[in-house]
């Protein structure tokens, strides 16, 4: 082998052997044979023999030794710049050694980070589409980043689902709350669900009540009408009589032949699925939704017909029950006119007369009286649909957000983002004294001249300053940025998007503060948190009020019902666990009613900090009221629907307060409410918490029972009421409907006035 190959194909340590070992060997081989070739060697030539050999020796080693440093730097630097985040470093490998092996490995490390790191930007972008393979099976990063693309896109798919949903429901709502009559409602809501479901043909049956009960068809869309022959549908006939009979959805994938056909431009052709949806209000059965289509229907659509059939029959209900009503007048007018008209030709023999009158004034009394009971019933059959109707409502939007804080907590922001405040809030310094004291005297006169007062003022009662002003280093750091140095005014606080001094905590809050924003808004909450699960510490918060920053766990508020929501977040191991708290009076809102739902935050498997959303109190109440059109929602003038806890108070707001507050105030003060409590409800604008209502049918709400009741109220009038427990996990609420006697049976008594 030639020394140019032995140079190229060697390793590094076989050409240190050679420089250090071989070499001077072979040099001492050749002056041994000098040596013994040359007769005659002096002393002096030989030691000057000895130190050519060995400065040679030393200037191969020499030589060597700079490139192998000057490899091993290249190298080194390398590595530095990969492990600063610097991935644009490529090294260019000469030979086959150790070295170039590092420098091949050091490349496929630098291209594998680039991969991944435009892999995630695209999807931080939104491009779910981006595709990425990974080196081998043993890149666990690689695999991880296709996993977590795998569980966006499945988040995404189902927000797309339930917005859909949500969306589909409040367009109906409104269909359903404009239409004009059964007919005009039928066909409104058949044809909207037909496009909507992208379905090929629907139907609307209605239940015709008579001797012999049937099912009649009211509306439909997309049919050929001239094959449809049979509008009329006995009860068990069939898939839709089956339906209507068995209270239950049926869904065909296979439809036969003969059941029905489509007719287009282009031919006729038998559905691929059918939808057979009863239409049940108070477990009655009122009518049957069938619909038709070529293409299968998910079941997250099913659902939504079920949900949506649910909202028809009872609107169906409504109408029939106002229908009845309406019978029942007119009958009752023609019968007084019969009576008048007797009363006339009565008039001919005075003792004839006498007995006449006698006989028609107790018939009188008969019918009105049957007429108050039959609109006794009527109203409170009206009052049982609308407080069912709301029941339902609330229920499912609590569900929704149990579900939406659920999801927002496996958002990948939301991951990042509790990690990087926890970490930016660890990192904040510990201040010296003299800091302390000024950014202590600022607070203080923040506390002096905004909070305390306002607090007074709502509460009714003087607050003690000392009570509530933080003592901890990073609390009184963040709430003088972010509230008292902050230049915004009260109550508006989060327009600040980033504080001025230069901390790490002050970057993530400007790189996270406006997604957080845009969700409270979007969504209504009062406020959104972060917590650290290990200390407690709110490490964020949306609208920046006095409890920023402090601990949940050992601070002034860990004893609320905040308190009690992030403690029982932090000691739970279930990742889909969710704890929602009851109302309390909470000082940071002035005092003002507030609930909390809390959950913990997964990254992987491991916790890593507690989402809270404050509750949005105007939204709730939007529900109960029907965004305040009490009489769209058939309350009339004095009807409201309410929520009530165990402890008889509300956790909604009175419709008089909304309308009427001074009458309100008034009425309050008659029941016996101190002038300091009537105050408080008006410098609050919330009867939450403060009014409380002891009704019968309250009580047997609270006892798990659903009903209706004529009962006297607080100011001893009567009213009409309709009541029921709420299914919501965590607290103890009823709802109640509730109107005025005078209100619900004024018609029929004007009426007997008037005769």
Same mark, same amino acid.
């Given at each position: 082998?030639?020394?140019?190959?032995?140079?190229?194909?060697?390793?590094?340590?076989?050409?240190?052997?050679?420089?250090?070992?071989?070499?001077?060997?072979?040099?001492?081989?050749?002056?041994?044979?000098?040596?013994?070739?040359?007769?005659?060697?002096?002393?002096?030539?030989?030691?000057?023999?000895?130190?050519?050999?060995?400065?040679?020796?030393?200037?191969?080693?020499?030589?060597?030794?700079?490139?192998?440093?000057?490899?091993?730097?290249?190298?080194?630097?390398?590595?530095?710049?990969?492990?600063?985040?610097?991935?644009?470093?490529?090294?260019?490998?000469?030979?086959?050694?150790?070295?170039?092996?590092?420098?091949?490995?050091?490349?496929?490390?630098?291209?594998?980070?680039?991969?991944?790191?435009?892999?995630?930007?695209?999807?931080?972008?939104?491009?779910?589409?981006?595709?990425?393979?990974?080196?081998?099976?043993?890149?666990?990063?690689?695999?991880?980043?296709?996993?977590?693309?795998?569980?966006?896109?499945?988040?995404?798919?189902?927000?797309?689902?339930?917005?859909?949903a949500a969306e589909g429901l409040?367009?109906?709502?409104?269909?359903?709350?404009?239409?004009?009559?059964?007919?005009?409602?039928?066909?409104?809501?058949?044809?909207?669900?037909?496009?909507?479901?992208?379905?090929?043909?629907?139907?609307?049956?209605?239940?015709?009540?008579t001797e012999t009960p049937f099912?009649?068809?009211?509306?439909?869309?997309?049919?050929?009408?001239?094959?449809?022959?049979?509008?009329?549908?006995?009860?068990?006939?069939?898939?839709?009589?089956?339906?209507?009979?068995?209270?239950?959805?049926?869904?065909?994938?296979?439809?036969?032949?003969?059941?029905?056909?489509?007719?287009?431009?282009?031919?006729?052709?038998?559905?691929?699925?059918?939808?057979?949806?009863?239409?049940?209000?108070?477990?009655?059965?009122?009518?049957?939704?069938?619909?038709?289509?070529?293409?299968?229907?998910?079941?997250?659509?099913?659902?939504?017909?079920?949900?949506?059939?649910? +909202?028809?029959?009872?609107?169906?209900?409504?109408?029939?029950?106002?229908?009845?009503?309406?019978?029942?007048?007119?009958?009752?007018?023609?019968?007084?006119?019969?009576?008048?008209?007797?009363?006339?030709?009565?008039?001919?023999?005075?003792?004839?007369?006498?007995?006449?009158?006698?006989?028609?004034?107790?018939?009188?009394?008969?019918?009105?009286?049957?007429?108050?009971?039959?609109?006794?019933?009527?109203?409170?059959?009206?009052?049982?649909?609308?407080?069912?109707?709301?029941?339902?409502?609330?229920?499912?939007?609590?569900?929704?957000?149990?579900?939406?804080?659920?999801?927002?907590?496996?958002?990948?922001?939301?991951?990042?983002?509790?990690?990087?405040?926890?970490?930016?809030? +660890?990192?904040?310094?510990?201040?010296?004294?003299?800091?302390?004291?000024?950014?202590?005297?600022?607070?203080?006169?923040?506390?002096?001249?905004?909070?305390?007062?306002?607090?007074?003022?709502?509460?009714?009662?003087?607050?003690?300053?000392?009570?509530?002003?933080?003592?901890?280093?990073?609390?009184?750091?963040?709430?003088?940025?972010?509230?008292?140095?902050?230049?915004?005014?009260? %109550?508006?606080?989060?327009?600040?998007?980033?504080?001025?001094?230069?901390?790490?905590?002050?970057?993530?809050?400007?790189?996270?503060?406006?997604?957080?924003?845009?969700?409270?808004?979007?969504?209504?909450?009062?406020?959104?948190?972060?917590?650290?699960?290990?200390?407690? +510490?709110?490490?964020?918060?949306?609208?920046?009020?006095?409890?920023?920053?402090?601990?949940?766990?050992?601070?002034?508020?860990?004893?609320?019902?905040?308190?009690?929501?992030?403690?029982?977040?932090?000691?739970?191991?279930?990742?889909?666990?969710?704890?929602?708290?009851?109302?309390?009076?909470?000082?940071?809102?002035?005092?003002?009613?507030?609930?909390?739902?809390?959950?913990?935050?997964?990254?992987?498997?491991?916790?890593?900090?507690?989402?809270?959303?404050?509750?949005?109190?105007?939204?709730?109440?939007?529900?109960?009221?029907?965004?305040?059109?009490?009489?769209?929602?058939?309350?009339?003038?004095?009807?409201?629907?309410?929520?009530? %806890?165990?402890?008889?108070?509300?956790?909604?707001?009175?419709?008089?307060?909304?309308?009427?507050?001074?009458?309100?105030?008034?009425?309050?003060?008659?029941?016996?409410?101190?002038?300091?409590?009537?105050?408080?409800?008006?410098?609050?604008?919330?009867?939450?918490?403060?009014?409380?209502?002891?009704?019968?049918?309250?009580?047997?709400?609270?006892?798990?029972?659903?009903?209706?009741?004529?009962?006297?109220?607080?100011?001893?009038?009567?009213?009409?009421?309709?009541?029921?427990?709420?299914?919501?996990?965590?607290?103890?609420?009823?709802?109640?409907?509730?109107?005025?006697?005078?209100e619900a049976s004024q018609k029929?008594?004007?009426?007997?006035?008037?005769?």
């Amino acid at each position: 082998m030639s020394q140019a190959s032995f140079s190229k194909k060697q390793s590094i340590f076989n050409r240190l052997l050679f420089i250090t070992t071989i070499f001077p060997v072979l040099c001492l081989i050749i002056l041994l044979i000098y040596i013994s070739i040359s007769q005659e060697v002096s002393v002096a030539r030989l030691v000057l023999l000895s130190g050519c050999i060995l400065v040679l020796v030393a200037i191969v080693a020499l030589v060597f030794s700079k490139k192998l440093s000057s490899q091993i730097k290249t190298v080194r630097d390398a590595i530095v710049d990969l492990s600063n985040g610097d991935l644009d470093h490529t090294l260019e490998a000469e030979g086959t050694d150790e070295i170039a092996q590092i420098t091949e490995a050091i490349n496929k490390v630098a291209l594998g980070f680039k991969q991944k790191t435009e892999f995630t930007t695209q999807i931080e972008s939104g491009n779910l589409n981006a595709a990425y393979t990974p080196f081998s099976e043993a890149d666990l990063l690689g695999h991880s980043l296709l996993r977590m693309k795998e569980a966006l896109v499945r988040i995404k798919a189902e927000d797309i689902k339930r917005n859909w949903a949500a969306e589909g429901l409040g367009m109906f709502a409104g269909i359903l709350q404009t239409a004009r009559d059964l007919k005009s409602l039928s066909e409104d809501v058949i044809k909207n669900l037909v496009k909507m479901l992208n379905a090929t043909q629907g139907t609307v049956f209605i239940l015709h009540e008579t001797e012999t009960p049937f099912l009649e068809m009211t509306a439909c869309y997309a049919y050929d009408r001239r094959k449809y022959i049979n509008k009329h549908i006995a009860i068990g006939e069939g898939l839709v009589g089956q339906s209507y009979l068995e209270k239950r959805t049926i869904y065909l994938k296979k439809v036969p032949d003969d059941y029905v056909r489509i007719t287009s431009g282009l031919g006729q052709a038998n559905p691929t699925c059918v939808l057979i949806v009863p239409l049940i209000a108070n477990e009655v059965v009122v009518g049957v939704l069938e619909l038709a289509s070529f293409n299968e229907f998910e079941k997250y659509r099913i659902d939504f017909v079920e949900k949506l059939a649910q +909202n028809i029959a009872h609107t169906l209900t409504n109408y029939k029950i106002n229908e009845n009503t309406r019978n029942l007048l007119d009958e009752s007018q023609k019968k007084t006119e019969q009576m008048r008209l007797q009363e006339e030709n009565l008039k001919q023999n005075q003792e004839e007369l006498q007995a006449t009158q006698e006989e028609i004034s107790r018939k009188y009394n008969a019918l009105f009286s049957e007429l108050i009971d039959l609109n006794y019933q009527s109203k409170f059959d009206q009052l049982k649909a609308i407080n069912a109707t709301k029941k339902r409502n609330v229920e499912y939007y609590f569900d929704i957000i149990r579900k939406q804080i659920l999801t927002y907590a496996n958002n990948t922001t939301i991951i990042e983002a509790v990690k990087k405040f926890k970490d930016a809030f +660890n990192k904040l310094p510990d201040l010296q004294v003299e800091q302390l004291n000024v950014i202590s005297e600022n607070l203080i006169r923040y506390y002096k001249q905004d909070f305390i007062p306002k607090l007074t003022e709502n509460a009714g009662v003087p607050a003690q300053m000392e009570k509530y002003v933080p003592k901890a280093s990073k609390t009184l750091l963040l709430q003088d940025l972010y509230i008292a140095s902050n230049e915004f005014p009260t %109550g508006k606080k989060y327009f600040l998007n980033r504080a001025k001094n230069n901390f790490e905590y002050n970057e993530v809050h400007a790189t996270y503060h406006q997604e957080f924003k845009r969700f409270q808004e979007s969504f209504g909450y009062y406020d959104i948190f972060l917590i650290d699960h290990e200390t407690g +510490n709110m490490i964020y918060s949306v609208f920046k009020e006095v409890d920023f920053a402090t601990s949940l766990f050992t601070g002034i508020y860990s004893n609320t019902n905040f308190g009690q929501a992030v403690k029982s977040a932090a000691s739970s191991n279930d990742k889909n666990f969710v704890k929602l708290v009851d109302f309390e009076a909470y000082d940071p809102s002035y005092g003002a009613p507030a609930s909390f739902i809390a959950c913990p935050v997964y990254d992987q498997e491991t916790k890593v900090g507690i989402l809270v959303f404050q509750m949005p109190i105007n939204k709730i109440n939007q529900l109960l009221t029907g965004d305040n059109k009490w009489e769209d929602d058939g309350l009339g003038e004095s009807g409201e629907t309410l929520l009530i %806890g165990a402890d008889f108070k509300l956790r909604s707001i009175s419709r008089k307060l909304i309308q009427a507050p001074e009458e309100y105030l008034l009425e309050l003060k008659k029941k016996g409410y101190t002038e300091v409590l009537a105050d408080k409800i008006k410098k609050t604008n919330t009867s939450i918490l403060l009014e409380e209502i002891k009704l019968e049918s309250i009580k047997e709400a609270l006892a798990k029972k659903t009903g209706t009741k004529l009962e006297k109220n607080d100011l001893q009038e009567d009213i009409l009421t309709a009541y029921a427990p709420l299914d919501i996990r965590d607290v103890n609420w009823i709802i109640i409907s509730l109107m005025s006697e005078q209100e619900a049976s004024q018609k029929i008594k004007r009426l007997r006035d008037r005769n």
